[in-house]
């Protein structure tokens, strides 16, 4: 059996979760007033998209305070009314449903993978596969594994509908072909609406054999990370930070969508841009491929260039929310210092102790993260609650 998650993979992953209150909604935020060049801005995004030339240094971009380096936010933003915002209760309402999602989540994080090769594959299965397509004897763009098995879920049609459900029936260890047309619209040329011979090699069927989640669970696993003890302090753990995921959804929203954007440094969408090609080239590493070869196979984009032109608009939504918190903090004079970093992470995995987390991240990127949670507590106490 395989453990799902490794201990870096885990300890990122827990600086991703303290950090997924600060900014996982930015990228739904619709910014109005913003009066920067776009033609600029995607000229400067797109070069040098070889992610495998990108060394992303965390800290690098940061004051020792967790201030954007060189970046003064209120010479590029025109803040709104940030004091008074109003907010209903209905904010801290929080779903059993949600919670559930949470506590599956961390499960899975601590799942093993056990290689079924003794039964065929059924429809709902997650199969590993390897595939090579052929249109008229030629390979085409984004039809092939490259000699790499991939896992998909069998009634999913990520790929092309119909692919998957041919694999039903099959066991470990086959070889097969499967005819499908390819869509009219399909981004290879010499693929578009023609008959694709894929031959298909069924390695095994994955079974994710997730913990039984109890007490004795939560102290072993969890507590490490979160500082839970018992199922009972993890449940209020995981409503405590969804409340603030709420909360901060909702302010964010409100700041970057009633302010003006005069200006959007390109320093802050350089090191977005980077931190999504880091995430996805971890993803890669994990299955022992390339950046481009895991953004052909798993998410139909060609390659980095193209993954850069489709996630402009998110990244710099991205980014002008990053700019939009600095301005508040310059504003309101807020200033991060080591306490706070103690304090937030005391809160969140019960530990003032970050060291390890500084050693990867360094402590300007951690400050940073810290600074905005701030200043989401500041327009948290200083809004019109109803």
Known sequence: MKNHMSAENLRRKVVRILAITLFISVAAVFIT???????EIFRGYTSGSDASEIDL??????????YWAGIKALDHVHLCEYKGISMSDDIYN???????????ELLYLFSDIVKVTDREAMYGDMVNIEYTGRVDGLEFAGGSTGGVGIDITIGSSVFLEGFDEQIIGRRPGQSFHIILKMPDDYSD???KGKDADFTVKLHY?????TPELSDDFVAKKLQPLFGWRNISEMESGIIRRLKSTAVTDYLQKYVVSNSVITSLPPEILEFQK?????YYREHAEYYKITLDKYLETYMHISDTQELLIKTLNDNTEIASGYLVMQAVAEDAGIVCKDDDVAGYFLK?????????????????YLKFLVLNQMVIDHLEENAAKQ
Do not use: Q, W
């Open 189 to 191: 040329e010499i693929a």
């Open 274 to 278: 980077k931190l999504m090609l880091d």
């Open 94 to 104: 929080i779903s059993d449903e949600a919670v559930v999602a949470e506590v599956n």
């Open 57 to 66: 240094n965390y800290s690098g971009s940061f004051t020792a305070d967790g």
């Open 348 to 364: 969140n995995t019960g530990s003032r102790d970050y060291s390890e987390h500084a050693k990867t991240y360094g402590l300007p």
């Open 205 to 209: 069927i994955v079974n994710i054999v």
């Open 33 to 39: 007033g913003c009066s920067f060049n776009i033609v």
